[in-house]
């Protein structure tokens, strides 16, 4: 009797020896990159000739004599510039794939009338976003993923647009690193136009809802009979804001002119907010006092023109008097869809207008990690840290430069993206000569 064969079951065994194939390219090898001009943005600084030894998908040493067990692959930086992997901050990579007219591509908002603070970005990262390779090849290993607030948002109390949550940028199916990092909050002109038009209701409303949230902490089996005085928020978000009143979640508040940074620096202190400033382009006019709270800018390293009346200061140079006062800024990433080398690009406009370049290194490395309160797993190259490493061809805040090596987790990733992928295909397409006239 001859037995069919069973497609069922041959399926499942190319499911696992697929799973296996994956599973076996993603694994950490040992590996040290040597030759390299190392910048650690950590205590061992900068190291002119060294080597950086892999092991476990953790950095296991560095310096100008590190001895290199036999055996481990060895990557020849010759001569070039090794950073630890850009960190991109308040992006909505892979979570929106096409940005204008798909909406269906973008998971990065909601158009719930339940849900606002409890909004969790977490849930719409796609490992499969072409997009991610794009952000890999400028150098960005790990993101920093927040939710927007956009035209979606209809309700007047729903100032927040949720959760951020921290991936890292490797192969796999899991790029989740951390979820729940920092809420989201929108002030300024836009947080005017969703409570009625005033930035003085802005404060009021935000008031009355931490209120809200410390009264449901307190009261929850009241809650839960109907016993409570009434709230404006589902009880998702009444739960999702308990961290950020206990001052155990960050709360990155987006503001933009002097004026309404005092009112949030105010804010914080009387409520005991632990805040970051986004966007904040008229920063500089209040260093000193934004350096005296030790509250962190993620400042938007491309505004120089008055794009409304909340940014009339905007200035490339604010990056440089933020550091000046002693301010722990991050330079942010626009949109991803916009190019996935940003990063880079806006430090070094930033150095051209007065930021030392150790100094923008350090805004798109550790400084987002210390802000978002990651510093010890990544954004510098230190023993016991996650081995998230870039060679570079030249400068890395030099536009032409480009990574010649990338590894993320211990692991080297494809110099690769769709987009390089189209490009030479139709560039080596051999086509047929034109007919003659």
Do not use: C
């Amino acid at each position: 009797m001859v037995r069919r064969p069973n497609p069922r079951a041959a399926l499942a065994g190319l499911t696992l020896a697929m799973a296996a194939l994956i599973a076996g390219r993603a694994s950490a090898e040992s590996l040290a990159i040597t030759n390299a001009h190392i910048y650690s943005m950590g205590p061992a600084g900068d190291i002119p000739v060294g080597t950086v030894l892999i092991t476990g998908g953790k950095i296991a040493a560095l310096g100008p004599s590190v001895a290199v067990p036999a055996g481990v692959r060895l990557i020849d930086a010759r001569g070039g510039v090794v950073t630890p992997g850009l960190v991109a901050t308040n992006t909505p990579l892979s979570t929106v794939e096409v940005a204008e007219g798909v909406e269906e591509t973008n998971d990065n908002a909601t158009a719930s009338d339940r849900l606002s603070a409890a909004f969790d970005v977490q849930y719409a990262v796609n490992p499969d976003s072409v997009l991610i390779p794009i952000a890999r090849l400028g150098g960005v290993t790990d993101a920093v993923i927040t939710p927007t607030l956009g035209e979606r948002h209809a309700r007047r109390d729903m100032v927040f647009a949720g959760q951020a949550a921290i991936i890292h940028l490797g192969q796999g199916p899991d790029l989740l690193e951390k979820a729940q990092v920092g809420m989201v909050l929108v002030m300024g002109e836009d947080g005017a136009r969703i409570v009625g038009g005033s930035r003085a209701a802005e404060f009021v409303v935000l008031r009355a809802i931490l209120d809200d949230v410390r009264d449901y902490a307190k009261n929850r089996d009241n809650y839960n009979l109907g016993r409570s005085r009434p709230h404006d928020l589902s009880r998702e978000d009444l739960e999702a804001l308990i961290p950020v009143v206990d001052g155990r979640e960050p709360l990155m508040i987006s503001v933009h002119r002097a004026a309404d940074i005092r009112q949030v620096l105010r804010l914080a202190r009387e409520e005991k907010l632990k805040v970051i400033l986004e966007g904040a382009e008229e920063a500089w006019a209040v260093a000193a006092e934004i350096a005296a709270t030790h509250t962190s800018v993620l400042l938007n390293g491309y505004a120089d023109l008055p794009r409304s009346f909340d940014m009339i200061g905007s200035t490339l140079e604010n990056a440089a008097r933020l550091n000046a006062a002693g301010v722990l800024i991050g330079i942010e990433n626009p949109p991803i869809y916009e190019g996935g080398r940003t990063p880079r690009i806006d430090a070094g406009r930033a150095v051209a207008h007065g930021l030392p370049f150790e100094a923008a290194l350090a805004a798109i490395t550790i400084n987002p990690a210390r802000i978002w309160g990651v510093a010890d797993r990544i954004g510098s190259i230190e023993p016991g840290k996650d081995a998230d490493v870039v060679v570079w061809s030249g400068d890395p805040l030099e536009p032409l430069s480009a990574p010649t090596a990338i590894v993320i987790k211990g692991v080297e990733q494809p110099l690769r993206s769709r987009d390089l992928d189209l490009r030479d295909r139709y560039l080596n397409r051999v086509t047929a000569p034109s007919p003659a006239p």
